[in-house]
T-cell receptor, first 112, second 112 residues
Framework: EDKVVQSPLSLVVHEGDTVTLNCSYE??????LLWYKQEKKAPTFLFML????IEKKSGRLSSILDKKELFSILNITATQTGDSAIYLC????????????FGTGTRLKVLA | DGGITQSPKYLFRKEGQNVTLSCEQN?????MYWYRQDPGQGLRLIYY???????QKGDIAEGYSVSREKKESFPLTVTSAQKNPTAFYLC???????????FGDGTRLSIL
C-alpha cells in the first residue's frame, strides 16, 4: 500500500531557529514529491522534486529528495513567525491514472 | 485572476440530507480533485477526475458522489450515507502530470 509519513507531527521553535521537516514514503510508481504550506485555508505550493540529490531553494526554504532511501527533507533557516503553518508532503503516483497521496503534515509554530 | 473557487465557505447538514459542495476553476486545468481534511490526518483523496465526463474513486469515496460535466466544474455531493461528514473539504486542480496542484479555500461542513 502506498504510504507517506511525515515527522515530527508538530514542532515549536523560536524565531531564528533552523528546522528540518521529514517526509518518508513507500510508493509503487513514484513520479514526483511535492511540498505545500497550509496556513489557514488553501495549501500553497512550495517545491516539486523529481530527481535525487538536487536541492531546490527559495529564500530561507530548501528541499532535497533521496530516491534511494525514500525520503525528502524541507529545511527552513532563520525561522519567522510567518512560517507558522502546517507543512504537507505529497507524492504523485501513477498506476494507470495519476494521483497524489498526502502525508499527515507537520504543524510548525514559531514563537516570537 | 485565475483560480479555484469553492462555495459555500461553511455548510451545515441535517440528518438524512444530501448536500453539494461547489468547485469551479478558470485555470483551464484538465484534472480536478476532492480531498477531506480531518485534524491530524492530512488530506485524504475522495474523488478525482482527469478529463471531462470521467472520474475515479479515491481512498474514501463511500458516501460521496461527483460529476464532471464541464471542464471548469467538479461538484461534490455528500450523501446521507456518509455518517461522519464533519470535516474541511478542499478542491484542487492541476494542468497535468508532474505539475503541482492549485487549491481552493475550502468548505467547512458540520452536522446540525
Amino acid at each position: 500500500e502506498d504510504k507517506v509519513v511525515q515527522s515530527p507531527l508538530s514542532l515549536v521553535v523560536h524565531e531564528g531557529d533552523t528546522v528540518t521537516l521529514n517526509c518518508s514514503y513507500e510508493v509503487t510508481n513514484f513520479r514526483s514529491l511535492l511540498w505545500y504550506k497550509q496556513e489557514k485555508k488553501a495549501p500553497t505550493f512550495l517545491f516539486m522534486l523529481t530527481s535525487s540529490g538536487i536541492e531546490k531553494k527559495s529564500g530561507r526554504l530548501s528541499s532535497i529528495l533521496d530516491k534511494k532511501e525514500l525520503f525528502s527533507i524541507l529545511n527552513i533557516t532563520a525561522t519567522q513567525t510567518g512560517d507558522s503553518a502546517i507543512y504537507l508532503c505529497a507524492l504523485e503516483t501513477t498506476s494507470g491514472t495519476y494521483k497524489y497521496i498526502f502525508g499527515t503534515g507537520t504543524r510548525l509554530k514559531v514563537l516570537a | 485572476d485565475g483560480g479555484i473557487t469553492q462555495s459555500p465557505k461553511y455548510l451545515f447538514r441535517k440528518e438524512g440530507q444530501n448536500v453539494t459542495l461547489s468547485c469551479e476553476q478558470n485555470l483551464n486545468h484538465d484534472a480536478m480533485y476532492w480531498y477531506r481534511q480531518d485534524p491530524g490526518q492530512g488530506l485524504r483523496l475522495i474523488y478525482y477526475s482527469q478529463i471531462v465526463n470521467d472520474f475515479q474513486k479515491g481512498d474514501i469515496a463511500e458516501g460521496y458522489s461527483v460529476s464532471r460535466e464541464k471542464k471548469e466544474s467538479f461538484p461534490l455531493t455528500v450523501t446521507s450515507a456518509q455518517k461522519n461528514p464533519t470535516a474541511f473539504y478542499l478542491c484542487a486542480s492541476s494542468i497535468g502530470r508532474n505539475q503541482p496542484q492549485h487549491f481552493g479555500d475550502g468548505t467547512r461542513l458540520s452536522i446540525l
